[in-house]
């Protein structure tokens, strides 16, 4: 993928919430370009997605392939996906997905946080998840979980993050 | 609580699947009697569920109040609820509970599993947990999770549940 080129100055990342219609949140990272082209970045809360987007993004990380009926099926029935892209030649980019199932009330659960490879380390997954908890603050939610692999939990604990508060112990059952 | 005489010859839980019209599944918990009769249990997935009668059976294992309104929304947005009750003059009553959110295609999440403490050490509770599984697993969801309180670790073991798979961990945020 030789077209990507970007240059970044900092990894500082600054959110500035501009909604446009239509298109999204504008989510400002400090100096992402692309071609010496300052990158815009959108974060969306629109649930139609391009599932073979969102298939390509997961492959990129190493993701299992999953059947993409029900992909469909868990982002109708999750209460909050959040879609990161940038616009190409009016066509949209997809860079980061994350989505929460919840009880609308109390609890929330995030599960398929991705940013693709080439925009990880910018700044671009603190963003998402900020976005991520914001939405779910909005609707007082006040108990946001995730299962975390070991690899990122440095990451979350950044972001507010805590592991077996008071021992209490994320646990799961699997059919044998 | 007077009225209450149990008397539990041994623990052994053995569930008969019986579907009864709009009064549940009967559960078959061995020598579970009161006053010398013989109790009958069942388990319901309907969401009818009296909310003062969660209320209560919530009070009994001592959860802080929560608004009725919240635990509203909370139920009419899970995707499954499991009522545990028998009958006594033709009143349900209410003495065991469990409710899950989920994508309704890859994941479940396992909230506010109680039983009421005269019930408790009877089997219930693992019967309770049956059931939600067996509920999850026939709308083929493979990854069943919960976040269990220390107490209750060896419980959720017993009947497969692992913690920190692979090194994943449950991760939590609350509002600061």
Chains 1, 2 share one sequence.
Not at 17 to 37: C, D, P, S
Not at 47 to 62: P, R, W
Not at 90 to 96: A, D, E, F, S, V
Request: proline fraction near 3%.
């Amino acid at each position: 993928m030789t077209f990507w080129n970007f240059f970044f100055n900092n990894k500082k990342t600054k959110i500035i919430e501009n909604t446009i219609k239509n298109t999204g949140t504008k989510i400002f990272i400090e100096n992402l370009k692309e071609n010496r082209q300052k990158l815009i970045i959108y974060s969306s809360t629109n649930k139609d997605i391009n599932l073979h987007d969102l298939e390509k993004l997961c492959d990129s990380v190493g993701w299992v392939k999953r059947p993409i009926k029900k992909v469909k099926i868990a982002i109708d029935n999750s209460f909050l996906t959040i879609a990161i892209f940038y616009y190409k030649e009016n066509k949209k980019n997809l860079i980061g997905f994350a989505r929460a199932t919840s009880d609308e009330s109390f609890n929330a659960t995030i599960w398929d946080v991705v940013i693709h490879p080439q925009f990880q380390g910018k700044g671009l997954g603190k963003a998402l998840m900020q976005e991520t908890i914001k939405q779910l603050r909005y609707h007082d939610i006040s108990t946001i979980t995730l299962f975390a692999d070991p690899e990122v939990i440095q990451f979350y604990k950044g972001i507010g993050f805590v592991t077996d508060p008071d021992g209490v112990k994320g646990m799961f059952w699997y059919p044998v």
